[in-house]
């Protein structure tokens, strides 16, 4: 719930959202909807965080976090609902798909510099390779210039990782540089690429593809942390 | 001027006060953004009481940077906000709390 009392005006005046379980949609686009996170969305992470294939390929901090930092707390909601350096969305697929598909965040935001870093992970694998993670990423990217007032978005990638270095390229984002050998996977070295887009050019991809965001209205409604 | 005159007094323009409360994220920050945008159009010197705030993320963050820099665009514009330890907390923690001007009484 979130009200508002002018108190020169009007007295009190209020807005309420009642709560709902299922989050509220912040963006939608032709293939995936983008949510709030949920406290039963913790059960979803709780599969994906030991998921070896993720590991290799995104090595997330936001999952390792939930796993290592919290040890897979419920209080790992309020955490991120409380974190201002990050933005964290659920990825659900319009259709085909009973179970969310994946997880898009915005983190290290600095809202004063207006940058921030972007991290998009498609968990289930029949989903990989439909467009659900370069709209997701497109999405967040609109949001993070609509709502946030970001001027760039970062990404990095390992150097195997072809597919989210296609996906970025798809949304836009150009390779700025190689950081040498920067992952260590166990075994070996790996180069990390880094990408980023300006406000510009994210506004040119939104441009060519009529998307606009975000929604007119939310759909679904806030709800108090737990 | 007479140097034996008395202190002079002069009224200044009101300050606005609003009061958020619940929390102010993602799931909000449409409405946060449209309620605190109405009254910054409206109200160039702003009290924002953020003392019943149960959650503060980076989209509520923005919104209240959004309000700072349309008020700081205004002739004599002030925006106050008065937070709980929830709100500093997330304004220390984003980095943003000295775009802000703080009241704690």
Do not use: C
Request: glycine share 8%.
């Amino acid at each position: 719930m979130i009200t508002l009392e002018d108190q020169t005006a009007h007295g009190m005046t209020g807005a309420d959202e009642t709560p709902a379980p299922g989050g509220v949609v912040i963006s939608r686009g032709i293939r995936v909807r983008l949510r709030t996170l949920t406290p039963p969305d913790l059960d979803l992470l709780n599969e994906w965080v030991d998921d070896p294939f993720l590991e290799r390929m995104v090595g997330s901090e936001f999952l390792q976090s939930f796993k290592h930092v919290w040890d897979k707390s419920p209080a790992f909601y309020d955490a991120v609902l409380n974190d201002p350096t990050q933005v964290v969305l659920v990825v659900e697929a319009n259709q085909g798909w009973s179970k969310p598909v994946g997880i898009v965040r915005l983190f290290n935001i600095h809202l004063l510099e207006g940058y921030a870093f972007l991290e998009t992970i498609i968990t289930d694998q029949k989903a990989v390779r439909r467009g659900f993670g370069v709209e997701a990423g497109k999405l967040i990217s609109y949001y993070g210039v609509d709502v946030l007032g970001l001027r760039r978005v970062e990404a990095k990638v390992y150097e195997y990782n072809v597919l989210s270095m296609n996906s970025l390229r798809r949304n836009g984002f150009q390779q700025e540089g190689v950081l040498r050998k920067a992952w260590y996977d166990g075994e070996r070295y790996w180069d990390v690429f880094v990408f980023g887009i300006l406000k510009d050019e994210i506004e040119s991809v939104r441009r060519r593809d009529k998307v606009y965001l975000p929604l007119d209205h939310v759909e679904g409604n806030g709800r108090e942390p737990a | 001027m007479n140097a034996m005159a008395g202190p002079q007094a002069e009224t200044l323009e009101t300050l606005g006060r609003l009061r958020l409360h619940g929390p102010l994220t993602a799931g909000t920050s449409r409405r946060v953004r449209q309620l605190l945008g109405d009254h910054v159009d409206h109200q160039a010197r702003l009290l924002v009481d953020l003392q019943a705030v149960t959650a503060l993320d980076a989209t509520g963050v923005a919104a209240l940077l959004q309000a700072q820099r349309a008020v700081g665009r205004r002739e004599h514009g002030l925006l106050v906000l008065r937070p709980n330890r929830i709100v500093s907390d997330a304004l220390k923690h984003s980095r943003t709390i000295s775009a802000f001007v703080l009241w704690n009484g």
